[in-house]
């Protein structure tokens, strides 16, 4: 299966864009990108998903790049309620969200 | 969306018991998978919960020590059996339902601590 690779942690203040990165070197051509995030004591909720064009949604945007090998989560406005942990998964063929693969994914920080 | 209720929310469990988790879905859903999140890591899957039939387990998981059922389309059960202080973790449903399969929903988890 496809790795991602993403940093660690990040932080940002509040009211400005984030961006926060995911490699994927080894991904296939069939696989979708799906980026999910997991508020403090809670379950993880989708965020935002795609395959080769950037998509943009309520909560964000995603950036694709042209060859695939990376993508960048765009949250435009980060708020304190953002702080949580960002996970970037590939998902096979059809983008069905069966069986997600979490990484460690990055823990982002939201200061005043 | 899918509304998930997973009970117990938490529990404290002595060594050698079993608890069973129970995972109630508001709607019909295709798809329900059960999850482990030890302290401090990321997410495993433990299996994915076949209606009517047994479940599949993934590597590292097996039935005697996490049975699954799911006796129709909204409701699941897990099992977590002869407890050690490993098994100390959150245990979260998810869901993935009809017609909308691009998207996982998960329960709040289940916080279990084994004493």
């Known amino acids: 299966d496809a790795k991602t690779t993403q940093p660690n942690s990040m932080e940002s203040n509040e009211e400005e864009p984030v961006h926060l990165p995911c490699n994927h070197s080894?991904?296939?051509?069939?696989?979708?990108i799906h980026w999910y995030r997991q508020l403090p004591s809670q379950g993880p909720e989708y965020v935002i998903h795609g395959l080769t064009s950037n998509v943009n949604n309520r909560m964000a945007s995603l950036a694709i790049a042209e060859d695939r090998k990376s993508s960048t989560l765009i949250l435009h406005r980060a708020t304190l309620r953002d702080a949580a942990v960002y996970y970037c998964i590939l998902t096979p063929f059809t983008g069905t969200a069966s069986k997600l693969t979490f990484g460690t994914g990055t823990r982002l920080q939201v200061t005043l | 969306s899918a509304v998930i209720s997973q009970k117990p929310s938490r529990d404290i469990c002595q060594r050698g018991t079993s608890l069973t988790i129970q995972c109630q879905v508001d709607?019909?859903?295709?798809?329900m998978f059960w999850y482990r999140q030890q302290p401090g890591q990321s997410l495993t899957l433990i299996a994915t919960?076949?209606?009517?039939?047994?479940?599949?387990?993934e590597s590292g998981f097996v039935i005697d020590k996490f049975p699954i059922s799911r006796p129709n389309l909204t409701f699941s059960t897990l099992t977590v059996s002869n407890m050690s202080p490993e098994d100390s973790s959150i245990y979260l449903c998810s869901v993935v339902p009809a017609g909308r399969n691009t998207e996982a929903f998960f329960g709040q988890g289940t916080r279990l601590t084994v004493v």
């Open positions: 080894t991904i296939s051509g069939t696989d979708y």
């Open positions: 919960a076949n209606q009517g039939s047994e479940a599949t387990y």
């Open positions: 709607s019909q859903v295709t798809m």
